[in-house]
């Protein structure tokens, strides 16, 4: 059985205060060809639909078209609320939907859906879990578990993952939404101080694939069965080099997963270029340039260009960021850089020290351990 693995959608979004809800359609459109050309069984959606909890009108009908779309090639979907989402407005429907073989987490009650498909090796298992927070599991369990409750995401959705009663000798599919220790974050994904949304991958050891949303960058965790699909378009200028895609799963008998991608082209790239104003305005410079992409420009004039932002969206209409670097903003840096590190604690100092290091944040633990060594001093 082969699925499509997508994610962080984030319908209804703005960049920089541009709509992306043009490019949003274009790409959920190739999305659909995608899954007609891989010839999928299933869409597998792993959170964050929408940018906000309450989405626009406009984002609402975009996604409503999108699932009509998928239903009527008969295209199984699986989707689950993230982070950015209100899980009550996404389950919304569930059971008329899943009349249509559209399958929507509900909320979290202390269980996850779990759905059971048929192909040629047999019963796969698709489970859905939204995004989760230790109250939340807290609040769904408090009269079940008494007060063997869980305080951090780990052990929340550990605790999650082990009352789905997992077969382990089965085919299982697991659709989720936590920050998994060791993921490359970037500029566009909400970050939680401390790194406590941490889980460690190994929760997810049942399950043959782990279909995650939340990062935005795709990559797999540990083992390629454990995997961010990453975002379909770039939100921010931290992702200009990434290459969006699409993750294609394809489970065939226990053991055998089969993993590939295929591109995704957008309708406007995040494109960053660099030089002085007469540099960036020259045909020369832009004749090579796809200029109707979405442009973070810096300016490395050491005075300001009146007028400049204006004078260049006649040459790059969809200009979202003007920037410059001269020595002037250097010293400004410096000066905000300075009083920025006065202003921290040395436990913060410290955290920040370790993230650069290790490329991923500290645990609670290792939080609580170099507080009682800086308290002790």
Request: proline share 3%; net charge negative; aromatic share 8%.
């Amino acid at each position: 059985m082969k699925f499509l693995h997508i994610s962080d959608l984030h319908i209804g979004k703005r960049v920089n205060e541009f709509s992306m809800i043009e490019d949003q359609k274009y790409i959920l459109s190739r999305i659909i060809e995608i899954a007609d050309e891989e010839r999928s069984d299933g869409v597998l959606i792993a959170g964050d639909v929408y940018d906000k909890p309450v989405p626009s009108a406009e984002a609402v009908q975009l996604f409503d078209w999108f699932l009509t779309e998928l239903a009527g090639r008969r295209k199984k979907v699986f989707i689950i609320s993230g982070n950015h989402d209100s899980p009550e407005r996404i389950a919304f429907g569930a059971q008329l939907m899943s009349g249509r073989d559209v399958y929507v987490s509900p909320v979290y009650d202390g269980n996850a859906a779990r759905i059971t498909l048929h192909d040629e090796y047999g019963e796969l298992f698709v489970y859905l879990l939204p995004f989760i927070k230790p109250a939340v599991v807290r609040h769904a369990l408090e009269e079940e578990q008494g007060e063997n409750l869980p305080e951090s995401y780990h052990d929340a959705v550990k605790l999650a993952v082990e009352r789905m009663g997992v077969d382990a000798g089965a085919r299982n599919i697991l659709v989720a939404h936590q920050f998994v220790t060791g993921a490359g974050r970037c500029d566009s994904e909400t970050v939680s101080v401390g790194g406590i949304d941490n889980v460690d991958a190994e929760i997810f050891d049942l399950f043959d694939y782990t279909a995650l949303g939340h990062i935005h960058s795709p990559q797999s965790i540990k083992q390629e069965k454990v995997r961010y699909c990453g975002t379909p378009l770039k939100y921010s200028f931290s992702e200009a080099d990434q290459e969006k895609s699409v993750s294609v799963v394809e489970l065939k008998e226990k053991g055998n997963v089969k993993l590939h991608t295929v591109s995704l082209l957008p309708l406007h790239d995040l494109q960053k270029i660099r030089g002085t104003y007469l540099e960036v305005s020259a045909r020369s410079f832009y004749e090579n340039i796809n200029t109707e992409d979405y442009m973070q420009i810096t300016l490395t004039d050491e005075e300001d260009v009146p007028d400049s932002l204006l004078k260049l969206r006649i040459i790059y209409p969809n200009l979202m960021q003007l920037l410059y670097d001269n020595s002037r903003t250097r010293q400004n840096r410096q000066i905000e850089a300075a009083a920025e590190i006065e202003q921290k604690s040395e436990l913060e100092l410290f955290e920040e020290f370790y993230e650069l290091q290790n490329n991923q944040p500290m645990c609670e633990e290792q939080i609580e351990f170099v507080r009682q060594l800086i308290e002790a001093e």
